[in-house]
């Protein structure tokens, strides 16, 4: 039996897709990259942004008409667009066979298989989904890079973000966890481990006792001289100094700070539920271009936030021509009712 898997979204998403192809694979199933020749095909979704929902939603329409057209015999959706819009989602794509929510990532046999006891949709807590994936096997996008996702959930607020709400709270892997998948990865010829999180910057805090992110770093560091580390998505109220100067000593960890701001002004940063300044954000960046001489520097910010004001973009603006950043991304605010941000005053 054939199957075919569409992976959307970040590199979180990635990892969630390569598990659950591991495990198919596991069971005897063969993987295609023809949806035309699957009898059974996956979409694992974004539901981030406004443009993101869109994709997610012309995919999973696009490939529904294998239904006829091809071999496809059942038509599986995952991750968080079904998890944000539950039934809503579920009555509007009659298409999709079975609904698999962001906890539910370790029955995706059963969801394909159709043996799960549910009518069309299976959303537990994904709180409660286990998380501890050393001994699950992974089928890897690439053989050379490979995702290494080090925490699951998120637990701060801001306001225009759904995360928590679709993923959970912050749940960090234990450190040993980590290491053993890491050792697995490079022993098969991965040679750029690159770390990921929602937050990736306060991985530990929330097990007992706390684990610093530096020591995980120092730990997969010392796997091998011949790998790089990498790190995405750093928060600025969770770099450390520790952290600085783990990645200035090591020459194979990256000197990559990606390092989203969303804005910097004091007052949109407020209301986005940031709990620093404009200040503080001068004074990392100066302490990370100080301390490691080769730092490259990258970010995100939002505009179009409710409530900016133009003398709010012209600060953005300014304090990015000051910072000069080395790669920057940029993202118009993206509204809906189930946002914190949305009942905030002065939509643009």
């Known amino acids: 039996m054939k199957l075919h898997l569409v992976s959307l979204g970040c590199a979180k998403n ?42 997610s939603i012309d995919t999973i329409l696009a490939l529904a008409k294998y239904k006829q057209d091809g071999l496809c015999r059942r038509l599986v959706v995952a991750g968080c667009l079904p998890e944000r819009f539950r039934e809503e989602i579920v009555t509007a794509i009659p298409e999709v066979d079975f609904f698999l929510g962001t906890g539910a990532f370790d029955k995706i046999i059963e969801a394909v298989d159709g043996s799960l006891n549910t009518v069309k949709c299976f959303l537990p807590d994904p709180n409660l989904a286990d998380f501890h994936q050393q001994k699950i096997p992974r089928m890897q996008s690439s053989s ?157 910010a939002i505009v179009g936030f409710p409530g900016e004001a133009d003398k709010d973009f012209e600060d953005l603006l300014s304090f990015v021509k000051d910072i000069c950043f080395d790669h920057l991304g940029v993202f118009v605010y993206s509204d809906f009712k189930d946002l914190s941000s949305h009942k905030i005053p002065d939509h643009i």
């Open 144 to 300: 050379h890079t490979a995702y290494l996702k080090i925490a699951e959930g998120c637990s701060r607020r801001c306001t225009y973000c759904i995360i928590p709400k679709l993923r959970g709270k912050q749940r960090s892997r234990h450190l040993e966890d980590i290491v053993t998948e890491a050792r697995y990865l490079i022993s098969s010829g991965v040679k750029e481990l690159v770390l990921v999180a929602q937050d990736t910057t306060s991985y530990g805090l929330d097990l007992c006792p706390p684990v610093p992110f530096n020591r995980l770093l120092e730990n997969l560091s010392e796997l091998s001289e011949e790998i790089w580390i990498r790190l995405l998505y750093g928060h600025p109220e969770s770099i450390e100094d520790s952290v600085i100067k783990t990645i200035s000593m090591h020459s194979n960890i990256c000197s990559y700070f990606d390092i989203p701001i969303q804005h910097s002004s004091d007052g949109v940063l407020k209301k986005m539920g940031r709990n620093y300044t404009s200040a503080n954000l001068r004074r990392l960046f100066d302490k990370i271009r100080s301390s490691v001489l080769d730092a490259v520097l990258r970010t995100t």
């Open 14 to 55: 990635l990892v969630d897709s390569e598990l659950m192809l591991g495990r198919l694979m596991n069971a005897g199933w063969t993987n295609t990259r023809d949806p035309e020749e699957a009898d059974i095909i996956i979409v694992n979704t974004c539901s981030f942004i406004e443009s993101a929902i869109n994709e």
